[in-house]
């Protein structure tokens, strides 16, 4: 007999597609407005389910898991959730909402589009409480596929076929020696559940297992991005709507962490550590990079897209450490990179609708006309550099602290791209909200709409609250953490 829980994680899984079929047949193309009414409706249902999942369960060292076996043995559907996936299927809720708020102005295909959002939504949700490899795998990639329809087809930019393309083959070739890798367990073990393989793959060869590691890095290298397998994403940034912006900064970004921390470092801890050096080396590289990179770039997208990259790289300097501190770290500035660079791209996408450029050259300003939005773009800035009381703070201070205590010269440099992070956030503060407005482009002003500051006075919110009472998040990532690392 199941447990109440275990219906809250298969509706978890599963009520996207029971929204994708009711949209499909019982909503009209041209009733937009129910249509928005209703992926309304559903998504604050699946941030209900979870956050009822998250009260169920009594303990989150390992995971609540219900299983049920396929026709296909290879492929027995165990799904779980523990302190690494709980928060972030939280987050992907969340973040499905306001992308839902703010797509009003959708009026291209709007049945589809919200097909488009919720399909993603169930490929993120089962990716997250996979417990079986080869699941894992499927649901991995096949995010990829709403991904490129999204940007294909309400992109609003020439380049968004080329960038789509990009984003597909660069990210889906480099899988497939992620799925050679799971073949091989199958074979060797007849099994590829997660925990069975935890107590098995230490029976192989230190030659295999470092083959094996390597094909999981290079497949999590593309989706995390970590230097130099990054520019997919300053293209999808640049081409995809604000929307798919979201999502990507938000939602599959976390994928890639979440593959790196459940396949690489605890499925072959020891491996890492012989790598150790390699990943510190190509991430410091990256940090720099992108830090530099963002200097030079005169596109706010890719901008923003950039600094995300950063984050991305010093998140995996800090989970490569191994250490109870990096891990519990990176975890939460992964959170916290969720709110923070989501609300940067809602924030410009609305200054791209009203203006239609995003050159930063053609700001300035804003804060005399704008001042509420120009508060928020100051506030969420100077967040993304690790601000004090934000929940930025809290996450980078212990990974700068972890990286420093496992190797000084990576620590440092580290600390160097911490300050370039605080230049360059100052510089676009400024270029955009003071100086001279340039009036050949800004021709008139208005502030935020009502759904514009529910928006984002909500996700300030969570990065203030974060930042204040970080043990919010905290106490079940510490938990968790140490848990792993004691198996």
Request: with cysteine; proline share 3%.
């Amino acid at each position: 007999m199941l447990l109440p829980s275990d219906y809250l994680l298969f509706f978890i899984n599963n009520l996207p597609i029971f929204t994708i079929i009711y949209l499909l047949f019982f909503v009209g193309e041209n009733e937009i407005d129910t249509l928005r009414n209703t992926s309304l409706v559903f998504s604050f249902m699946s941030c209900f389910i979870v956050d009822q999942l998250y009260r169920a369960l009594t303990s989150y060292n390992g995971f609540y898991f219900n299983s049920s076996t396929s026709p296909l043995s290879i492929l027995t559907n165990v799904i779980g959730v523990d302190g690494f996936s709980i928060y972030l299927i939280y987050l992907t809720s969340i973040l499905l909402v306001l992308c839902i708020l703010y797509s009003r102005s959708v009026d291209f295909r709007p049945k589809y589009f919200y097909i488009t959002l919720f399909l993603i939504q169930y490929c993120v949700n089962n990716a997250f409480t996979a417990l079986n490899l080869l699941s894992f795998y499927i649901y991995f990639e096949a995010v990829i596929f709403p991904m490129f329809a999204l940007m294909v087809l309400w992109g609003s930019r020439s380049r968004k076929i080329y960038a789509a393309h990009f984003l597909y083959l660069l990210t889906y070739f480099c899988s497939l020696l992620r799925l050679l890798s799971i073949l091989y367990l199958y074979y060797r073990f007849g099994t590829v559940e997660y925990e069975e393989l935890l107590s098995l793959v230490g029976t192989l060869t230190p030659t295999v297992k470092r083959i094996l590691w390597v094909s999981f890095f290079l497949s999590v290298m593309v989706k995390v991005p970590i230097f130099p397998c990054h520019l997919w994403l300053t293209e999808a940034h640049a081409e995809a709507p604000t929307v798919g912006s979201v999502i990507l900064a938000g939602i599959l970004l976390k994928l890639g962490v979440y593959a790196y921390l459940r396949f690489c470092v605890f499925l072959f801890p020891d491996i890492t550590d012989n790598y150790k050096i390699f990943v510190y080396t190509i991430c410091t590289i990256g940090l720099l990079y992108t830090c530099s990179a963002v200097l030079r770039q005169l596109d706010i997208k890719r901008i923003i897209a950039y600094s995300s990259i950063g984050h991305r790289n010093f998140v995996i300097l800090a989970s490569t450490t191994h250490s109870y501190a990096g891990i519990s770290s990176a975890r939460f500035t992964s959170l916290s990179h969720g709110f923070i660079s989501s609300g940067l791209f809602f924030l410009f996408g609305r200054l791209y609708d009203r203006y239609k450029t995003r050159n930063i050259l053609d700001y300035g300003g804003l804060a005399m006309y704008r001042p509420l939005w120009s508060f928020c773009w100051a506030f969420r800035h100077l967040s993304n550099a690790g601000l004090p009381f934000t929940s930025a703070f809290p996450g980078e201070t212990i990974s700068l602290l972890a990286i420093l205590t496992d190797d000084y010269l990576i620590g440092f440099v580290s600390y160097i791209g911490a300050i370039l992070a605080t230049v360059y956030s100052i510089l676009i503060i400024s270029r955009i909200c003071f100086g001279p407005v340039n009036s050949t482009r800004i021709a008139y002003f208005d502030d935020l709409t009502i759904e514009e500051t529910i928006i984002n006075f909500f996700l300030l919110a969570c990065v203030f609250l974060f930042g204040i009472r970080p043990n919010t998040l905290l106490d079940v990532i510490n938990d968790t953490t140490a848990f792993w690392l004691n198996r």
